[in-house]
């Protein structure tokens, strides 16, 4: 069973660019969740799809964004890229539970 | 507020060595807690879990955590280290408003040989 899949696997944007990335679940696993990973703040929730629709939202501004597809695949974007949104972002997908939850290997996105 | 408090940021032990990462939280009820490890280039992968019943918890590679509700803990302990652990781990309760994760900061483990 292939596991999450994040593409791309590195990003270098320029400030005020936006971006979209993307995430394909386990195959059967219908949410998704996104986290920001920066050295100082560690794992921030950013949002939670299920079955397309958005179920949780951390405390991030509006330009950051997602959407769910009706395979499951999720795209994040950020609109008007500022250079503290440099970071990892991981995707994670589940079934139900969210203690089986399956992350995948992040996009490394460096704003310039 | 719930939060996780990992005050390690990081921590070196010699190979064979025992070890012990500090996780603190901060919750209003019997808390879900768990323990994630990561690898450099690599997602999170489930060490192990809490849920209620026995406060010793067994998980992959040898690792096992012990919940302790009067000292708000949660630390993770291996009796003798892999060059092989040295990664960053990360300790998260399950947030009771929306179920999602909340992590902790992260300890980054170095071994040495």
């Known amino acids: 069973k292939a596991g999450v899949t994040q593409t791309p696997r590195y990003l270098i944007k320029t400030r005020g660019q936006q971006v979209t990335l993307s995430c394909s679940p386990i195959?059967?696993?219908?949410?998704v969740s996104w986290y920001q990973q920066t050295p100082g703040q560690g794992l921030q929730f950013l949002f939670e799809?299920?079955?397309?629709?958005?179920?949780n939202k951390g405390n991030f501004p509006g330009r950051f964004s997602g959407r769910q597809f009706s395979n499951s695949r999720s795209e994040m974007n950020v609109s008007t890229l500022e250079l503290g949104d440099s970071a990892l972002y991981l995707c994670a997908s589940s079934n139900t539970d969210p203690e089986k939850l399956f992350f995948g290997s992040g996009t490394q996105l460096s704003v310039l | 507020a719930q939060s996780v408090t990992q005050p390690d940021i990081h921590i070196t032990v010699s190979e064979g060595a025992s070890l012990e990462l500090r996780c603190n939280y901060s919750y209003g009820a019997t808390p879900y807690l768990f323990w994630y490890v990561q690898s450099p280039g690599q997602g999170l992968q489930l060490l192990l879990k809490y849920f209620s019943g026995d406060t010793l918890v067994q998980g992959i590679k040898g690792f096992e955590a012990e919940f302790k509700r009067s000292q708000s803990s949660f630390n993770l302990r291996k009796p003798s280290v892999h060059w092989s652990d040295a990664a960053e781990y990360f300790c998260?309760?399950?947030?009771?408003?929306?179920?999602?994760?909340?992590f902790g900061t992260g300890t980054r483990l170095q071994v040495f040989p």
């Open positions: 998260a309760v399950q947030s009771y408003n929306t179920d999602k994760l909340i």
């Open positions: 799809y299920f079955s397309e629709t958005q179920r």
């Open positions: 195959s059967g696993h219908r949410s």
